[in-house]
């Protein structure tokens, strides 16, 4: 995107989600729910297709691009990008990645203007960490593919217009060989979205548990169509690579406003007749969460950079993302010590932002497995004793 064009859209996003979000999140957070205005606004604004193709009616942003972007959106409720975050990321990416021309054409503009939203289904109950493991079974009968099994923890399920199915296509493979792709519209006889999970934070973003039994889709619901076959596996982690650099610069824009609500506290709240931002151990805080801001920033736009030249596709995103993820954490635990007892009460935005920042360390792949991913990538051969 020309550089004037991004700058404007940048300022665009900033003030949608400072002048208009921000003021929302306790409403989001005690309801449990994105006000209808604002995703209309993020549908015209062209949210829910930053990331994609501007041939199919998105913004075609670099993960550079996307990057920035993110730092933006990540200064209010996590919510907000997650109800366009699956379109632009890993639901959307499947498609982009694997998709044929045909599927591309028919799915790519509607998920890109919001029409339809996505989900991505691939973790279940006895294969989070390790997808391979998963036991979600697809077999052709005639010219129909019939699926059975169970998902777990869906973004967006009790929304989604059409979800991205991984199953086991060829039991006798390996483990990460033998799983294939599907597009299975909502609605389909026999799939079935639970009611949606409870959760500790991030209200607003909703998730739930999804069911197949006996779902049939055509031969064309195969993702990438005779070349998919089998191939869904590489697919999903080449997607979720791409997602763990995009949900780190969340990370980095949560962390930003956090710093901000410490130095705002910290600058008027007075204990023993003092201003607490005159104490020195306040100081030291708020100076450990600014000095984590700066790196986690750092390191997001280096993980980037190096993404789009396509010269580190793996342990960049891993490190970014299991940096980012303990940073942030490290930068809310810090923002209620700030804030003392008023740090505990709902309403208060840091106390919300803790509860939200928990979930980052688990999804999009657990800090342990990043170390995992990291270790083995520089350690080879060595890594297998």
């Not at 995107?1 to 900033?14: N, T």
């Not at 400072?18 to 006000?35: C, G, N, S």
């Not at 705002?264 to 969460?289: H, N, P």
Request: glycine residues 10%.
């Amino acid at each position: 995107m020309d550089a004037a064009d991004f700058s404007a859209v940048l300022s665009e996003v900033r003030r949608f989600v400072r002048d208009r979000v921000v003021p929302l999140e306790a409403e989001i957070d005690e309801k449990d729910e994105m006000p209808a205005d604002i995703r209309e606004a993020a549908k015209k604004m062209g949210l829910f297709g930053f990331a994609l193709p501007e041939e199919y009616g998105g913004l075609g942003l670099s993960m550079l691009e996307e990057a920035q972007l993110m730092f933006e959106l990540g200064y209010t409720t996590p919510s907000l990008r997650s109800m366009f975050g699956t379109n632009n990321g890993i639901a959307g990416h499947v498609l982009m990645v694997g998709g044929t021309e045909e599927q591309k054409a028919h799915w790519l503009p509607r998920i890109a203007s919001g029409d339809v939203l996505a989900s991505f289904a691939l973790t279940e109950p006895e294969a989070g960490s390790d997808p391979s493991t998963l036991t979600t079974k697809a077999h052709l009968d005639g010219d129909q593919w019939v699926i059975n099994g169970a998902k777990r923890y869906i973004t967006n399920a009790p929304l989604a217009d059409v979800f991205m199915v991984f199953a086991r296509t060829d039991p006798d493979a390996p483990r990460t060989r033998g799983i294939s792709t599907f597009l299975v519209p909502a609605g389909t006889p026999g799939l079935t979205v639970a009611p949606k999970d409870h959760k500790m934070g991030q209200s607003g973003a909703w998730t739930a548990d999804v069911f197949f039994d006996d779902v049939r889709v055509p031969a064309s619901a195969l993702v990438g169509g005779d070349a998919g076959l089998n191939r869904g596996f590489a697919t999903a982690m080449g997607c979720i690579a791409h997602g763990r650099v995009h949900i780190s610069a969340l990370m980095v824009g949560m962390a930003e406003r956090l710093v901000d609500e410490s130095v705002a506290y910290a600058s008027t709240r007075k204990q023993s007749g003092k201003l607490i931002g005159s104490f020195q151990l306040v100081q030291g805080l708020i100076a450990d969460s600014q000095t984590d801001y700066y790196a986690g920033r750092a390191t997001v736009l280096e993980a980037a950079r190096a993404f789009d030249a396509g010269t580190d596709t793996k342990i960049g995103p891993s490190c970014t993302k299991y940096f980012a993820s303990e940073m942030v954490w490290r930068v809310a635990d810090r923002a209620v010590q700030i804030h003392g007892g008023a740090g505990y009460m709902r309403g208060v935005a840091v106390e919300r932002f803790y509860r939200d920042a928990r979930l980052f360390r688990i999804y999009e792949g657990t800090s342990q497995i990043q170390q995992v991913i990291i270790a083995k990538a520089l350690l080879g051969e060595a890594a297998r004793g």
